[in-house]
């Protein structure tokens, strides 16, 4: 959801932190876009069993599979900052902070492994393109085209 909170503080004019890792290292995350998500949750259930039953009535143990979905290609969070400038014609007020020491990981990256194995899942929209596709309903949805957040 970063991008979508993001999108709305550049046009705001509002900053925005962007995160780096100690010693000024990067931070990246594996985006991925909705429509890809969307596929592999839809093969997942594609592929499911039939139901074990419902009302106390169990036929057999409840069929439980977890599939890993993502790009795997993690992109510094600072790139994705850069291409939203880009397309929203913007310039980012970048509030640059350490990352927290709450758990928060430098990296994200997803082994889809199983997902590919079991599912046929496959990313197929790349960051670039996948921001171009949300930027344009961001400013439909919100501002009508209008450039300007309210």
Not at 11 to 28: D, M, Q, R, Y
Not at 81 to 107: C, H, T, W, Y
Not at 126 to 140: A, H, I
Request: some cysteine; aromatic content about 10%; overall charge positive.
């Amino acid at each position: 959801m970063a991008y979508f909170f993001f999108t709305r503080d550049i046009l705001k004019g509002k900053s925005i932190p962007i995160f780096e890792a100690a010693n000024h290292g990067t931070v990246a995350r594996d985006f991925t876009y909705i429509d890809d998500i969307v596929k592999g949750c839809l093969a997942a259930l594609d592929t499911a069993e039939k139901s074990t039953g419902s009302g106390g009535k169990k036929k057999g143990p409840a069929q439980l599979r977890v599939y890993n979905l993502g790009n795997t290609s993690p992109v510094p969070v600072s790139d994705l900052v850069s291409i939203l400038e880009r397309l929203l014609k913007v310039n980012a007020k970048r509030d640059i902070m350490k990352l927290p020491r709450n758990g928060d990981v430098q990296f994200t990256h997803a082994n889809i492994s199983l997902a590919q194995r079991e599912l046929g899942y496959k990313p197929s929209t790349d960051l670039q393109t996948g921001l171009k596709k949300f930027v344009r309903w961001y400013l439909s949805y919100y501002n009508g085209g209008k450039k300007a957040a309210g």
